[in-house]
């Protein structure tokens, strides 16, 4: 079919975090446009910024989903996936060390392991991925990526020469980092898909900043930090690196596998939601399209510091002809004029429909498909 033929919609959300995923919130959107009269053709192409929702972002644009066992966050094994095309392979660090692996309220912000992602590294890199997209948002980790080095055949070793158990913690007993074993990658092009620039260290560093979302205690934060220091010193000792990466912007993303990304794998950083779109070919399936629907769970100041919802609106005005874009949320802090300077012409709330925060977040694939509704009346009438 011509796609500038037809009427045709894109509908392509971040998740609503807590509530529902992506392809759930553009499924919902979807089925309140056909109910509001829309009876065009309709694109549902969930999106992701790096974080969880990642590799079924990149199923949703047409890679497959590859399936293997690894080492999870806590050491137990856990079935993660990565996602496939051609030479091109997307990684979502959450599959292996993700914060929601650890049983409820089981939190381990000293021992938690980056192990798993190192092994889908290898196992992506064995089925012959060139070009490696690592999305490494919402883990349970602060090790420096050491458990990652691990798994690609590094030895970290205490002063006696034991190897170093999993976790940041650990690293305050690093004495010796021992690359003769890692495996040879310098053929695989690495990019970290991220908007996160917190430095490796300091008050802005992961341990700081994103320890105690993990669960560590200000005490804890400390003996991290430390170790991160002691791993910084040994690991860009190890490489011989002339200026420290441990102070690079995105060094400190995913309790500091940013770090090892950067030091050990040549990675480049890259706006997560701008990878992703590249990989979907987002701007060709534009192509006679009217509008343009996107959101996340909460449209606040965060987004505007590429999001995916601000991503999706840029891409979109880009194209020539610009496609108008609205978005759907949870709830909207943004002005209008914060939203039009975005490129977001309307937010649609759930709190419009229901202000309670409780039943919004519990009915909210119902009360979607009453956006969804309102969207097809108000554009596309």
């Given at each position: 079919m011509n796609r500038g033929m037809s009427e045709r919609v894109v509908v392509a959300p971040d998740k609503f975090k807590g509530s529902l995923t992506a392809a759930e919130v553009a499924a919902g959107v979807a089925d309140g446009l056909v109910r509001g009269g829309f009876a065009g053709e309709i694109e549902a192409l969930p999106v992701a910024d790096g974080g969880d929702g990642t590799v079924a972002a990149a199923v949703a644009a047409g890679f497959n989903r590859v399936e293997l066992v690894v080492h999870g966050p806590v050491g137990k094994n856990v079935t993660a996936s990565y996602a496939l095309l051609g030479d091109t392979a997307v990684i979502e660090a959450a599959q292996a060390c993700g914060l929601t692996l650890l049983p409820r309220g089981c939190l381990a912000p000293l021992t938690a392991t980056s192990r798993g992602v190192g092994e889908l590294i290898l196992t992506a890199t064995r089925m012959g991925a060139k070009r490696i997209v690592l999305g490494i948002g919402g883990t349970a980790t602060t090790d420096g990526g050491a458990g990652l080095l691990q798994a690609l055949g590094a030895r970290l070793t205490d002063a006696k020469g034991r190897e170093l158990p999993p976790g940041g913690a650990a690293l305050a007993s690093l004495a010796a980092v021992d690359l003769t074993g890692l495996r040879d990658l310098t053929g695989v092009e690495f990019l970290l898909a991220s908007d996160v620039d917190n430095p490796l260290l300091g008050p802005a560093g992961a341990a700081a900043v994103y320890g105690p979302q993990k669960g560590a205690s200000p005490s804890e934060v400390g003996l991290l930090e430390a170790g991160l220091r002691r791993w910084a010193d040994f690991a860009e000792a190890a490489v011989g690196v002339p200026g420290p990466v441990r102070d690079s912007p995105g060094a400190g993303a995913a309790g500091g596998i940013g770090f090892a990304a950067l030091l050990f794998l040549g990675a480049r950083m890259r706006p997560g939601i701008e990878l992703l779109l590249e990989l979907a070919a987002f701007g060709s399936r534009l192509d006679g399209v009217r509008l343009v629907i996107t959101g996340e769970g909460s449209l606040d100041a965060q987004t505007l510091h590429g999001k995916a919802p601000v991503g999706v609106a840029r891409?979109?005005?880009?194209?020539?002809?610009?496609?108008?874009?609205?978005?759907?949320?949870?709830?909207?802090?943004?002005?209008?004029?914060?939203?039009?300077?975005?490129?977001?012409?309307?937010?649609?709330?759930?709190?419009?429909?229901?202000?309670?925060?409780?039943?919004?977040?519990?009915?909210?694939?119902?009360?979607?498909?009453?956006?969804?509704?309102?969207?097809?009346v108000d554009w596309l009438g």
């Open positions: 891409a979109a005005g880009a194209h020539s002809p610009a496609v108008p874009v609205v978005a759907v949320a949870g709830r909207c802090t943004l002005s209008a004029g914060e939203l039009r300077a975005a490129g977001i012409a309307r937010a649609y709330t759930l709190g419009d429909l229901e202000p309670d925060l409780s039943r919004s977040m519990a009915e909210a694939g119902a009360l979607l498909v009453r956006l969804g509704e309102q969207i097809a």
